[in-house]
C-alpha cells in the first residue's frame, strides 16, 4: 500500500521568508513518481512537478526548490523569498504506474502555507 | 484547447436524489479519475479508468458509479444523495507518463 505523509498541517510566515514544506512517503515500488499540486484559495490544482523515482536529482525553478532523497523517502519543497501570493495550499503526491496517474494518485493531507505581508 | 471541463461547478442536492457530475477532456487521454476532496483529508480516489469500457474502483467508491462509453467523457454518478456525499469533485486525466491534469472542481452540497 502505498501512502504520503504531509506532517504540517499549517504553516505561517512572514514574506520574504524561506519555507520548507515536508513530504515523506511508503511504497514497496522500486519505480514511481512524485508530484507537488499547489491549491490556491480560488481551488483548482496546479501542477508544480513531477520526478521519478530514478532521478535524485534536486530540482530548482525559479523560487521553488525540491529536494529528493531516497535514503529518506521524502521529496521536500523549499520556497525561497517567500512573497503573499505563494498563500495556498500544498498537496504531495505519489503513483507507482507510470507517473500518468493510470490507477489515480495518492494524495498527501495537505499543508496550509500562510504567507504574512 | 479547453483541458479537463467538468460540470456543474456548484449543485446542491436534496437527500436522496441522484445526479451526474460531467467530466470530458479533449486531449485524448486514456486514463481518467475522480477525486473527492473533504478538509483535512487531501484528495481521495473515487474511481479511475484505463481506456474506454475499462473502469475500477478507488479508495472511496461506495455510493458512486461511472462508466466510460469513450475516451472523451467519464461521468460520475451519484445514485441517492447522502449529506456525506458532501464534497468538492475532481476530474483528472493524462496519457502514460505525461502530466496529470484536474478540472476545475464541482462543488457538491447535499442536503
Known amino acids: 500500500a502505498q501512502k504520503v505523509t504531509q506532517a504540517q498541517t499549517e504553516i505561517s510566515v512572514v514574506e520574504k521568508e524561506d519555507v520548507t514544506l515536508d513530504c515523506v512517503y511508503e511504497t514497496r515500488d522500486t519505480t514511481y513518481y512524485l508530484f507537488w499540486y499547489k491549491q490556491p484559495p480560488s481551488g483548482e490544482l496546479v501542477f508544480l512537478i513531477r520526478r521519478n523515482s530514478f532521478d535524485e536529482q534536486n530540482e530548482i525553478s525559479g523560487r521553488y526548490s525540491w529536494n529528493f532523497q531516497k535514503s529518506t523517502s521524502s521529496f521536500n519543497f523549499t520556497i525561497t523569498a517567500s512573497q503573499v501570493v505563494d498563500s495556498a495550499v500544498y498537496f504531495c503526491a505519489l503513483d507507482w504506474y507510470s507517473g500518468g496517474g493510470a490507477d489515480g494518485l495518492t494524495f498527501g493531507k495537505g499543508t496550509h502555507l500562510i504567507i504574512q505581508p | 484547447n479547453a483541458g479537463v471541463t467538468q460540470t456543474p461547478k456548484f449543485q446542491v442536492l436534496k437527500t436522496g436524489q441522484s445526479m451526474t457530475l460531467q467530466c470530458a477532456q479533449d486531449m485524448n487521454h486514456e486514463y481518467m479519475s475522480w477525486y473527492r476532496q473533504d478538509p483535512g483529508m487531501g484528495l481521495r480516489l473515487i474511481h479511475y479508468s484505463v481506456g474506454a469500457g475499462i473502469t475500477d474502483q478507488g479508495e472511496v467508491p461506495n455510493g458512486y458509479n461511472v462508466s466510460r462509453s469513450t475516451t472523451e467523457d467519464f461521468p460520475l454518478r451519484l445514485l441517492s444523495a447522502a449529506p456525506s456525499q458532501t464534497s468538492v469533485y475532481f476530474c483528472?486525466?493524462?496519457?502514460?507518463?505525461?502530466?496529470?491534469?484536474f478540472g476545475e472542481g464541482s462543488w457538491l452540497t447535499v442536503v
Open positions: 483528472a486525466s493524462s496519457s502514460p507518463g505525461n502530466t496529470i491534469y
